[in-house]
């Protein structure tokens, strides 16, 4: 068997039209423009690139975008102080602090501080709880980003053994959370392993659909996985650069082995990464119409 190779780069490309017209129809018929605003602290190379992203993409689709680069060595209260200022800013309708933050700062506090109702991440605990009890109002954009894939590649979640390879609070645990719901695009029976699971293979052999998301280049090969299986590859490691300084990216799967017995995979890059930033943009359109009555 040969995978198919599900684009994330096209997915979320016909995603973006949906929200160019829906933020065009927005500013024409009630005069809101969706405000964006990202803050940066520090400077890790990655995180320039995804926010640098964020802003491209914004701009692209008609969405007022603002960013905000802190110095590394930038003090907690003074990020908190930008903080209150966004969340009083009529203007903006979504606040994204980039993660990680330097160690000093501490990313608990700084989550609780964002307005719930500008949490277009998904991250402060009320919006964590509400997606608990199936009622949230923002889902995490990477979770969020892996449902469209799989429902929009007519990937059946319903009924489905899925296994998460990975228990962060940005991935592994929020898309266990919506894949249990009781709804469309859901109803899965979820597991997740993480490193003091005892046996990983155990999990990932019986697995229909993994979503690996360990952080670590290699982590799902294809003796770890049954024929027909459906990956979806988190992982974006760094493994080196081009002659031209360019990243060279791999996931957590090894794609060519898995890939020969796969039925759907994702590549990295192309896959889960271009649906993380599109689905912020859909969450600051959503912001933007809670805000104005709208929903
Ligand atoms: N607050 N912090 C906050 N929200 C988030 O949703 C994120 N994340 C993760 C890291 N920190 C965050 C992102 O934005 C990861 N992430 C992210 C976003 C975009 C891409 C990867 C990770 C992405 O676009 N990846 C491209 C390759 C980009 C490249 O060349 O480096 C891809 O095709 O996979």
Do not use: W
């Amino acid at each position: 068997m040969t995978a198919q190779i599900i684009s994330g780069t096209e997915i979320a490309k016909q995603i973006r039209e949906e929200i160019k017209q829906e933020v065009a129809e927005l500013k024409e018929k009630h005069n809101v423009v969706p405000g964006l605003v990202t803050v940066l602290v520090g400077e890790d190379p990655a995180s320039q690139v995804y926010v640098g992203q964020k802003e491209k993409t914004s701009a692209a689709l008609g969405i007022y975008s603002e960013r905000h680069d802190l110095p590394a060595d930038t003090s907690e209260a003074d990020l908190l102080a930008l903080i209150d200022k966004l969340n009083k800013d009529p203007k903006i309708h979504g606040i994204l602090v980039q993660l990680p933050l330097p160690k000093h700062i501490n990313e608990t506090n700084v989550l609780f501080a964002i307005d719930p109702k500008k949490d277009v991440d998904g991250f402060h605990p009320v919006n964590v709880g509400k997606l608990m009890i199936g009622e949230p109002d923002y889902l995490p954009c990477t979770p969020h980003g892996i449902q469209q894939l799989l429902m929009r590649s007519g990937i059946e979640t319903d009924g489905a053994e899925v296994v998460v390879v990975g228990r962060s609070n940005i991935v592994g645990k929020p898309i266990a959370n919506i894949l249990l719901q009781k709804q469309k695009g859901a109803n899965a029976t979820v597991t997740i392993c993480h490193t003091h699971t005892r046996d990983i293979s155990f999990h990932t052999k019986r697995a229909d659909i993994i979503i690996a998301a360990a952080g670590k280049a290699n982590a799902i090969t294809a003796d770890m996985v049954k024929e027909g299986v459906v990956i979806i590859d988190v992982g974006v490691n760094e493994i080196g650069k081009t002659a031209e300084g360019k990243r060279i990216l791999v996931g957590d799967v090894d794609f060519e082995g898995v890939k020969e017995k796969a039925r759907a995979i994702t590549p990295v890059p192309g896959g889960v990464g271009p649906m993380t930033i599109t689905m912020l943009m859909l969450n600051t359109l959503r912001a933007a119409k809670i805000k104005a009555g709208l929903i």
